[in-house]
């Protein structure tokens, strides 16, 4: 199930939302219900550190 993997990668993910400037990533979707399946792909949202102006945040963002 899809709470394993991420239990099991937990810390490569926050490392990746620390490196990018992420302060919370929500998923939703199938990911969220039991439609999620290997086929599925996985819909997130990511709420970005408000710190510095909305082009370096957004710099930030591409790069992720």
Do not use: M
């Amino acid at each position: 199930p899809l709470a394993q993997e991420i239990a099991q990668h937990l810390l490569e993910i926050q490392a990746l939302c620390t490196k990018h400037g992420i302060a919370r990533v929500y998923a939703f979707g199938s990911a969220v219900n039991q439609k999620f399946s290997a086929a599925s792909d996985l819909d997130l949202v990511v709420e970005p550190i408000p710190n510095g102006t909305p082009e370096q945040i957004g710099e930030r963002l591409w790069s992720f």
